[in-house]
């Protein structure tokens, strides 16, 4: 089975500044994509980024990027020039792929990202 | 595009009770899959289906049971209901439910079991 750990259960930073969430993960498996998704109050889950195990190029999507070390299992999120907007929950998200398409998604506890004016 | 439909938002059972709850998903998906958030247990997988047909299952016990409708519109019962059983019942679509394919979440049924 996976796990999906996350460390911070909270953080806060001004808007602006750069913040970084963590993410480690642990699996035997070999094919696999990982996600970030954020949950503001609205309490709907948004797709924030996703990387592909097999590709060792990190992700972005504009303010948002990924630093992915595979063999560290390792998958933390970097929000750069964070906006009042960013707050809200973060889940770092893990699934394989199974013999029937795709599993179920597996999440850590998450982060609770503050960021204030 | 209309997203994700959850009905109804917010639900007060009993214990013992039953209950159903109800997934529309976005027009052309047809992978439809369900989620529990607890505080305690955090998000954790509950089944997803395409084409009417359950694909994968995660772990709870035989009391959760969904269906899925030709439509794609999607429901989950839960039966004998258990004070453990109160949580946000998030549902998400995709267009085929493949691996790394983004799911669209809706914006959950809260359900409180007294």
């Known amino acids: 089975a996976q796990t999906v750990t996350q460390s911070q259960p909270e953080m806060s930073v001004q808007e602006a500044e750069t913040v970084t969430l963590s993410c480690t993960y642990d699996?035997?498996?070999?094919?696999?994509?990982l996600f970030w998704y954020k949950q503001p109050p609205s309490r709907q889950m948004i797709l924030v980024i996703r990387q592909e195990a097999y590709k060792q190029q990190n992700a972005t999507e504009n303010r948002f990027s990924v630093n992915f070390q595979k063999a560290a299992k390792s998958f933390s999120l970097k929000i750069s020039d964070s906006q009042l907007g960013d707050t809200a929950m973060y889940f770092c998200a893990f699934m394989k792929r199974s013999g029937g398409g795709a599993d179920g998604l597996t999440f850590g506890k998450g982060t609770h990202l503050i960021i204030q004016p | 595009k209309a997203g994700v439909t959850q009905t109804p938002r917010y639900l007060i059972k009993t214990r013992g009770q039953q209950v159903t709850l109800s997934c529309s998903p976005i027009?052309?998906?047809?992978?439809v899959s369900w989620y529990q958030q607890t505080p305690g247990q955090g998000l954790q997988f509950l089944f997803e289906y395409f084409s009417e047909t359950q694909r994968n299952k995660g772990n709870f016990p035989g009391r959760f049971s969904g269906r899925q409708f030709s439509n794609s519109r999607s429901e989950m019962n839960v039966s004998t209901l258990e004070l453990g059983d109160s949580a946000l019942y998030l549902c998400?679509?995709?267009?085929?439910?493949?691996?790394?394919?983004?799911?669209?979440f809706g914006s959950g049924t809260q359900l409180s079991v007294l």
């Open positions: 699996t035997s498996e070999s094919n696999y994509y």
């Open positions: 998400a679509s995709s267009a085929t439910g493949g691996v790394g394919e983004k799911l669209f």
């Open positions: 027009s052309g998906h047809r992978s």
